[in-house]
């Protein structure tokens, strides 16, 4: 299964690559100077084939190799507004949407287009709309049929899954415990979960990234508990389990399926989710056959 897998999702992010497509003539109402201030707008542009234009970057971007050589900006939040200027972008693109930034870019005369990082469709909703104001229509289409064909590629080849009740979180459990935040609806990890074939552990959540109480997660009791890090290694598996036991005798420490999946990528709603969602289908199918 793996080796099919990786090679329908290897041709299907082959289109996020950084190669600017054959020069021509520049429209000068077409962003040439761009600056990408989250991981995800990166992401998104170099998929469509723009990093040649990106003179400004999220320092917290590390995706493709050698995006570091552009210059960072920072968060965003703490960016330098003198570094900007220099810059001189002609667009700036940030994930999610911000009053404070809205009025910041604006009063240094600068265009800001806010790209939507909710649920698994606002990925394929930036695509486009980054596509359409490039005028890259179609390469965003293209790039967004291949994420699509990905998402149902790993469909076909990974067991339906067993609807037992899921806690995805953003980290892991500390010890002493303190509240985890946990993905809910509107969050892309939260609709992955539901493809996949499982329930969300704690279905009155209401917000995309919420941080219940211990007290709440142990009555939600889970039957699978999934970590996700934003490092490259995953934690020892009997050591994530002992810091569940803290909160009780829960139904996914006893079964054993507390699990951990480590990478940068899964922070970033973009061009990678499909990689995103093979390695949640793997880790799903491996709890389930415990």
């Not at 950084?18 to 992401?43: M, T, Y």
């Not at 139904?251 to 990528?265: C, E, F, M």
Request: glycine share 10%; proline share 10%; hydrophobic share 40%.
């Amino acid at each position: 299964m793996r080796a099919g897998l990786g090679v329908l999702l290897a041709a299907a992010l082959s289109l996020a690559g950084c190669s600017e497509p054959p020069a021509q003539p520049p429209d000068s109402a077409v962003p040439q100077r761009i600056v990408a201030g989250s991981p995800a707008a990166v992401e998104i542009c170099c998929a469509l084939g723009l990093r040649e234009r990106l003179v400004g970057r999220s320092a917290f971007a590390s995706f493709p190799p050698g995006i570091e050589t552009v210059a960072s900006v920072g968060g965003l939040t703490d960016a330098n507004p003198e570094q900007l200027v220099r810059l001189k972008p002609d667009l700036i693109l940030i994930s999610g949407t911000s009053q404070m930034h809205q009025e910041r870019f604006g009063r240094l005369g600068l265009r800001l287009e806010s790209l939507p990082d909710g649920g698994l469709e606002d990925i394929f909703t930036a695509i486009h709309q980054v596509g359409q104001i490039v005028q890259r229509q179609r390469q965003a289409g293209e790039v967004v049929a291949g994420l699509r064909s990905a998402l149902d590629a790993v469909d076909q080849q990974v067991p339906p899954g067993s609807g037992r009740r899921v806690l995805l979180v953003l980290q892991p459990l500390a010890n002493p415990p303190e509240p985890p935040t946990v993905l809910g609806p509107g969050s892309y990890g939260h609709d992955l979960l539901l493809r996949a074939g499982y329930r969300p552990a704690m279905p009155a959540l209401t917000g995309a990234y919420s941080d219940p109480s211990l007290e709440a997660i142990a009555r939600s009791d889970p039957e699978i508990i999934i970590e996700l890090v934003p490092g490259s290694q995953a934690a020892d598996p009997d050591e994530r389990a002992a810091h569940w036991r803290l909160l009780g005798d829960l139904a996914a420490v006893r079964a054993g399926r507390v699990l951990q999946l480590a990478d940068p990528k899964y922070f970033v709603p973009g061009p990678r989710v499909a990689e995103f969602y093979a390695d949640l289908r793997r880790a799903l199918a491996e709890a389930d056959e415990r």
